[in-house]
């Protein structure tokens, strides 16, 4: 490939820079500071979560299914378990 003197390569666009931004003209978004946003079902869901009156009862129980798994007694129910998981494959099948 030859290069011939006045073919240089000139720019596609036209290109500005953008002077430094100046620390001292702070905008009003810096000072807002970072927001998020959750949908109103998590929302409700975290409420029930806080003002459940069986969080105590919940506690109480996964920390006896901690202890029963630590010593190796932990045994659950088979069918229990099943008609959970037959539940979940239930409804995932009907929301896909």
């Known amino acids: 490939m030859k290069i011939y003197p006045g073919s240089e390569i000139k720019p ?17 978004k810096v000072n807002e500071g970072d927001k998020v946003a959750f949908s109103t079902q998590l929302q409700q869901v975290q409420d029930m979560k806080n003002h459940s009156s069986d969080n105590s009862d919940r506690q109480v129980r996964i920390q006896e299914v901690k202890e029963q798994i630590t010593n190796g007694t932990y045994a659950p129910d088979p069918q229990k378990v099943a008609e959970s998981l037959l539940k979940y494959i239930v409804k995932e099948n009907n929301d896909g």
């Not at 596609?12 to 009003?28: E, G, L, R, Y």
């Open 12 to 28: 596609i666009m036209n290109v500005q820079k953008k002077p430094p931004a100046d620390p001292s003209q702070k905008t009003s």
